[in-house]
């Protein structure tokens, strides 16, 4: 195993930082699943794609089909395969491959987020993407929440499959999911049905936390239940200076809005969030603005904590639409779900790579990996999140984020402890 | 007369309707520019063009240098030729047609605005140039204020100057001002020193209030001062639902922002406004917004009225941006001025095409035309700015503005009677 | 007439300091009235009290029955007789003084203002009221507006009248009006008929706006018709530590209806305002406060202008409601109409107390008054408001309000030429 | 002992009912402290008073020296002693009874907490302080946490301890603490020095959640520090219709910051609050508001957590104060700290009175009890806060709140087990 380690590490960090250098959104990661594709085939797996892989309309917050279409020509022009794009075509991206070994054995599931997001990587000399020139090539997009690293582990667990197919037993799924930010593509893949027969389901996250390489959680509590909305409000414009009291001012309202939603009260039976993350409106100077647009998320703890923080943020869009005499359009674009690990799932695993060992860890953000986790465990399987530690100067979404590439092996490492231990235990 | 009159008329309508189908934001008037000038040229104008026309430095919020080359190279796909291009080169748009008789007599000056607004055009089956086809060619641009009527008024006169050349005297000089839309143009035409020996100076308007056709106004009263100011707020983004309390909210900041200018007083010395009237914030759903930006303008009856607007502004802006921990820049992009008409530079003026004739009429809008005509004042010349009567179903800056295009030419024949009363005076 | 003039000049000062050092607020001038009524008596005037004097309905903004009665107590205690307190029971104060010369002639109207408000008054030493020793005797509530000084006039004139009541002719009534600030009490007055059958009808103001001792404007312009709201917020109180999120929070709805009516668009067809003057909500630092009250008011230039600032402040009103779950109920209590004065009332006055004579001044401000001269208009009678001139080191309403008492004559003497030129003309 | 219960039954209620119709803000509770006093003396403790019981100037939130003394005049209305009221002269209330019985044995400490909440009790049939005719007999001040109920725990206690003195060893101190709601009396006992020799120490409330009566918690999880703070915002008041420009709005500070504290995040690293649970601004309708004054609390689960709260409300009320261009002057009333159980401190009591026993809660309160623990702890010795459970069909600080009084002698009894067990143990 030395030797097979020696060698993967060199390959991680290429991994990692081809996908770093091209980011690519929700529902359009055609050259990132292109690229994940011709490895896992390459190492024996048998890939599924597109429509075989999700459910169309389960697909939440999908672009408009104009980015669609412009970024499949864009894929094209970056050396994607005119097969891939038609097989994907619409933003059916990521993709699921499949290992069985037809030996009798349990058959393990394991979730690779792929997408990236739209923030403008820094270009500070001190930031390791710019320092060793793998910064995002795609102004306003970036791997700034370290997906790039998961496709990565994703990839170093396949090559542990390949190589020692002949010593583990059971199946291995492993799905390469889209469009996690924002909870939007897990459930496409769910409803599709690709966890009802899954024994055990492993996922995991590089940081959250700022840990030490080598610190593993294998499971979490707190991940929050989440809404994510769209609200579109339209007023009549009017000329600004010459009859101001003509128009019904559509910015106007989402400005109030946004604000007044931050007021939505603490909640006594657990965490919740609001955040409105985009915020577009009007037209020009002298213009009473006649919309307004908001892309916004709540979260809550547990699905009643959720569900408060939803309809008091419905009452406050609602509210000022009125107070300022303009309609409002209110779509849901996202979800994720409460859910509780199996945290006897998995013992503490001794490895070298691995220094610490934590039962589980307590965070706050939310995943849509719940969708899966609560279907597996739906069909009696068991299911946990991880954490693999890394130091974090800056947060998970910071423009200068970045990860220590050491946690890759770590990662990978653990899956290949949980596989081994999965194929010694029978 | 009669017959020129006949012949002028369709070839108005005609001028009119192909401005229309072509609008161009302010200081992207290639197009625009170029098919004046080809006309002024014809008509044996002396045209002058680019810096000739304006101080660079004097114009007002200029759009981005990358905004500006994607126009001129969407002007060079619209026929217009490169020796155009590169005479208005970084957004010199706009011209000045001069026809000295060499004759004695008074120099006068006439402006006609050519720039339109950002604002898609209505396509309802009842709207005029929906119904005969001349709606705007350009999403999301459009001439809603009336300045492709300005602009064909302009070249009516120059049809009369030019056939009429032997009877008249004096000298001509026709402003076709760029950017109005923003307060943004007038000044670095002013600058440079087109005004100085301007003994009488004409402008005027469309419509402003619904009046029938034929209605004309010999002067205003009460355009108001104004400020065009962007305000660009700068946080710290950050997960919102991992560590909501790191980040720095400009998102939050310009909304709250945008909500508090409203609640500057009103003042007891006369008419203000304020406008925010362009808000776009935030990059992602689920990340605090690092940035956050705002186009507003105020405007006072008088500079002590439009002063307090801009301190209250001012200090309402900086003291947002304090509360959110983020800071703020603001940059000032135009600016209008009060101004008062010499209302007795004309009497009143009786023609079958003018119905009735008001010395004044109330307005409450601003004009950077307040800059010519406080620079011809200041010079010893005498200023105006006149209203032609149209009905307005819809108010300008609408979606659905539309004017009676009969006002055409009573506009135009009301500078003609100016010009004939003016040269059978002396 | 010199002697007489000398004789007053003294008597003025002293009524307006033993005035200005006990004001009461409107609808509680038992004291004001009890001595106006003596003097008036005195003089030889018929005086008429309580509900001989208003409809009792049309009283707007009455107090509480219990200030009432608190405040009816307090005027006991300081000397007012049983029988003034039973004539007045209930808020009904104020009166109405008759002089019925028996011999033909004009009936000429004057009304004269008597209530305080509630503000403290200064304690500066440089502060007149202070330094002389007539500061208000009663925390909290300050003849801030000048009204102590009106009903000196009105007293003033009345000595006029009675001394010299063998050469004048005609019917004169002075109306000495409860609770103009607020907009309160002129309407009860109008709807008893006082005004129906008065030929010219006179009121003013000193200060408003500030000027020399000696000017005097016949008239003004622009009065702002006005309406005074209370809104009262009611939701459901909760431990904020413990269960915030069972709360709803009527503190909040009313802090933000408070910051929302400020953003109510100005108006082009004229000036505009709106105030919320007075704010209580909540009972205590950790309960979600249950409660919130609100007492705002709204003023426009025509009857349009104060129409949309009425139906915008409703919705905004409701809106806030329905966004903080909570309910809140509108009451209308006070109102002043637009107005227009008969210019040609007064033709300008000589006297040596008269410096200078303005025909009309601009204003901004709302009174009650516009009842009673709307009202004399519509019964065929004339009607104007005037001016006295006096310096305003502070605005009205400011806790260090003072004017020149040497203003007081100037008044006295304007209404004095009118009745004399009224007697004289026929 | 069942006799013992049986007599103390109908006491308890009693006393419940006398304190409940007798209510009394914190630092007020004359009649309440000198009722305790009696009844302690009678019992046979020594009772300390006034200044002896608390460091006046560590008393937080303290009413002002008029409301002292019309309170202190109220109190003697009602029968309070001249001698009682001289010892609590100025705001010392609250007392500490202790009990030495002279054996060797361990100090043991109990807090009951004695003051009322500034909410006026709900006058509803159904409601039974109503039904049973001992609803307040104070308008606007109502027992509505509980305290009546602690206080009647306390007295049970001590009728225990008198009876049985000869059973019992060691020393038993009793602290009637004065000003528990809004965390400002605790600290002022604490820093008198009566927490420094104490071996264990034990406080609790009833209610908190809605659970059966029997149900008791050993411990408490949770408690939230908090920092309470009044806020004065100062501008110029101004006439609102005649020059609203003049005015500077502490009002609409006071507003405006009121919906903006609600906008400061959640924070990741615990539970936090904010509540303004009191708003009182302006003087009358037509003025411009010339102050604002706010009171508010904050907290958080961890200190980190409520010193951003802290830091946060701090910029948000000075920022706000320079947006409008007044001073905002920020005063700490009052505050609680967070807390750590000694949950080993009791082991689970059996007794036919506690049906079900929890090792602790999960609450999310604040208590200033939290003082005394920290001190107690801190001096070497145990604490903890227990819970007495009781069905809440209204929570606490509601209008009509109630408890069961069978929770009573429950929580006495509890006490009773813990001093019984401790002298058995050794």
Redesign the interface.
């Known amino acids: 195993m030395q030797d097979f380690y020696q060698a993967l590490t060199p390959k991680l960090r290429q991994y990692r930082r081809s996908f770093h250098k091209c980011p690519e959104l929700g529902f359009l990661e055609y050259h990132t699943t292109y690229k994940i594709a011709e490895e896992m085939k390459a190492l024996g797996f048998t890939v599924y794609l597109g429509k075989e892989v999700m459910e169309s309309d389960a697909r939440l917050g999908l672009p408009s089909s104009k980015e669609i279409e412009m970024h499949e020509k864009k894929a094209k022009q970056w050396g994607v395969p005119d097969e891939y794009i038609q097989a994907m075509k619409g933003g059916h991206t990521g993709l699921v491959a499949v290992w069985d070994t037809e030996k009798e054995g349990a058959h393990l599931g394991f979730r690779f987020d792929i997408d990236a997001?739209?923030?403008t990587e820094h270009g500070h000399p001190d930031h390791l993407p710019t320092k060793e020139e793998f910064r995002s090539n795609e102004e306003g997009v970036m791997h700034a929440?370290g997906h790039d690293g998961h496709i990565t582990i994703g990839l170093g667990l396949a090559h542990f499959i390949s190589h020692h197919h002949e010593q583990v037993k059971g199946k291995f799924t492993l799905l390469f999911q889209p469009a996690e930010?924002?909870g939007r593509g897990a459930k496409a893949m769910t409803e599709k049905g690709w966890l009802r027969d899954i024994d055990e389901w492993y996922a995991g996250h590089l940081g959250?936390q700022p840990l030490p390489v080598g610190t593993v959680a294998g499971a979490t509590r707190g991940f929050?239940a989440?809404a994510?909305l769209n609200a579109t409000f339209k007023g009549?414009?009017?000329?600004?200076?010459?009859?101001?009291?003509?128009?019904k001012?559509a910015?106007?309202a989402?400005?109030?809005a946004?604000?007044?939603l931050?007021?939505i009260?603490?909640?006594?039976?657990g965490?919740?969030?609001?955040?409105?993350?985009?915020?577009?409106?009007?037209?020009?100077?002298?213009?009473?603005?006649?919309k307004?647009y908001l892309?916004?998320?709540i979260?809550g703890e547990t699905e009643e904590v959720n569900d408060?923080m939803k309809q008091e943020a419905n009452?406050?869009l609602?509210?000022?639409a009125?107070?300022y005499?303009v309609s409002v359009d209110i779509e849901f674009v996202?979800e994720t779900e409460s859910v509780v690990c199996n945290e006897d799932l998995i013992r503490p695993i001794s490895s070298p790579h691995i220094r610490k060992w934590e039962p589980f860890i307590q965070?706050?953000?939310?995943e849509d990996a719940s969708f899966m986790m609560n279907e597996v465990q739906k069909y009696g399987g068991k299911a946990t999140y991880m954490l693999f530690g890394t130091p974090l100067p800056f947060?998970?979404?910071?423009?200068q984020f970045d990860f220590d590439e050491g946690a890759l092996l770590v990662a990978v490492d653990t899956l290949i402890q949980i596989v081994k231990r999965r194929t010694e235990d029978e």
């Open positions: 997001l739209p923030i929440c930010e924002g959250i929050l989440s994510k009549v414009s009017a000329h600004s200076g010459m009859e101001p009291e003509k128009g001012n910015l106007l989402a400005a109030t946004t604000t007044q931050y007021t009260p603490r909640h006594s039976n965490a919740s969030r609001i955040n409105v993350g985009k915020l577009t409106a009007g037209n020009g100077r002298n213009i009473i603005g006649d307004g892309e916004l998320e979260r408060f009452r406050i609602q509210s000022v009125n107070m005499d996202g965070v706050s953000g939310s947060g998970h979404h910071h423009p």
